[in-house]
C-alpha cells in the first residue's frame, strides 16, 4: 500500500518546567527558556485552527530530516548542524536524531497504545526428556514404516486368465465458430469482439492506466522536525475492458466409443464431413483371473499385454494386500 503526502502541519509540545505549549519548531520554552528536552512528545494541535504550512522556509525545515541532540547539553538542532547552536559541541559524533514516524495524537489525548502479547515461559526440556522424545519419534517412524511396507507387501499367485474386456474411445472435433469471454489482453489474435464492459481486475501500489484511487483516513506522522507529516494510506483499484468474442476453433462434438470381450480391439469409425476430425484416443483393457478361489483383475493400456491374456492360460500375478494385481504375465 502506497502513502501519499498531503502535507505539514506544525506540530506542539509541552514545557517540563513551565507546561507551556510551544510551537514545533521552537527549540526552548517561549516562556521559562527551558531547552526543549530529548524525550518531548510533540502533538497536534486542533486542525479547524490550523492550516497545512505554506511557508517555504517551514516546508525547507520539515522535509530537512529529523533533528538532533547535542551529546554535551542536550540541545535540539537542525539535522544539517555540525555545531552545537548552544555550547559550539561538535555535532558529527555522539548526537542524538529525534525518532519519526510516529502516529502524532491531538494535544492533551492520551495516545492507545497496544500491550504486547503475553507468553508464557517455556518449560525447559531436560536432555534426557530430549533423547527420550527422540527415540519415541524414531520407533514411531520405523512402526510406520514397517506397517506400510506389509500393507503394500505383494504375494505371487498362479492365477488362470477368466475373462477379458476391451473398451476404446474417440473424440469427434468440429472446426465451427465458438464464443468465449476474457480480459482484452488476454484475447486470441483472431478472435472477433462481440462487446466489452470495463471491470474491475485487481489492486496495485503504484498508479498504472484506467485505474482509480483509494485513500483512507489521513494521519499527521512525526517527521522529528517539530512537524508532521500528512499522510493517506492509498491503493489503486484498475479496471480493463472484460470482452465477449466469437471464433472458429476445433471443438469437441461427440465421443464415440466401442467395446468387447475378445482379444481383438477395434477403434470406432464414423465418416466425417470436411470440418470434422477425430481428436484424442483413449484404450483400456481389463484381465479377470481366478487364483485360490478368489477374483482378481488388472486394468492396462498395455495392448500387447492384454492381447496374450487367452481365456484358461495360466499366468503369474503380484497381489498386495488390498487385494489389487499389481502385476501379472504368462507363466513360463
Not at 477403434?267 to 470436411?274: G, H, K, M
Amino acid at each position: 500500500m502506497a502513502r501519499k503526502s498531503l502535507g505539514y502541519i506544525e506540530l506542539v509540545w509541552t514545557c517540563d518546567s513551565c507546561q507551556t505549549k510551544n510551537p514545533g519548531a521552537i527549540k526552548s520554552c517561549t516562556s521559562c527558556g527551558a531547552p526543549q528536552p530529548i524525550n518531548v512528545r510533540f502533538e497536534k494541535v486542533d486542525p479547524e485552527t490550523f492550516n497545512l504550512v505554506k511557508d517555504e522556509a517551514l516546508l525547507r525545515m520539515a522535509k530537512s530530516g529529523p533533528d538532533k541532540h547535542c551529546p554535551f547539553c542536550g540541545t535540539r538542532n537542525l539535522a544539517s548542524a555540525t555545531t552545537c547552536v548552544e555550547c559550539g559541541g561538535d555535532l558529527t559524533v555522539g548526537a542524538t536524531s529525534r525518532p519519526t514516524g510516529e502516529v502524532v495524537e491531538l494535544a492533551g489525548q492520551t495516545p492507545a497504545i497496544t500491550p504486547p502479547p503475553t507468553t508464557s515461559a517455556r518449560p525447559k526440556i531436560s536432555k534426557g526428556m530430549l533423547i527420550l522424545i527422540v527415540v519415541l519419534v524414531l520407533g514411531l517412524c520405523a512402526l510406520m514404516f514397517v506397517v506400510l511396507s506389509q500393507l503394500f507387501k505383494t504375494s505371487a499367485l498362479n492365477a488362470t486368465v477368466s475373462s477379458v474386456k476391451w473398451e476404446r474411445a474417440i473424440v469427434v472435433e468440429a472446426w465451427q465458430q465458438v464464443e468465449g469471454s476474457g480480459w482484452m489482453s488476454d484475447l486470441p489474435g483472431d478472435a472477433d469482439i462481440i462487446d466489452c464492459q470495463s471491470q474491475f481486475r485487481y489492486n496495485s501500489d503504484t498508479y498504472k492506466p484506467n485505474s482509480t484511487e483509494v485513500c483512507g483516513t489521513p494521519y499527521t506522522v512525526d517527521t522529528g522536525t517539530g512537524f508532521g507529516e500528512v499522510v493517506q494510506d492509498c491503493y489503486y483499484q484498475v479496471y480493463e475492458d472484460y470482452c465477449r468474442y466469437n471464433m472458429m476453433a476445433w471443438t469437441t462434438v461427440d465421443t464415440l466409443s466401442l467395446s468387447g470381450y475378445d482379444l481383438n480391439p477395434a477403434w470406432p469409425t464414423a465418416n466425417l464431413s470436411n470440418t470434422q476430425r477425430f481428436g484424442d484416443q483413449t484404450a483400456r483393457y481389463t484381465i479377470w483371473f481366478d487364483a485360490d478361489g478368489q477374483t482378481y483383475s488388472l486394468t492396462t493400456n498395455d495392448l500387447a499385454l492384454f492381447q496374450q491374456a487367452y481365456p484358461g492360460s495360466d499366468w503369474t500375478i503380484e497381489v498386495n494386500n488390498f487385494g489389487s494385481v499389481s502385476s501379472a504375465e504368462p507363466a513360463n
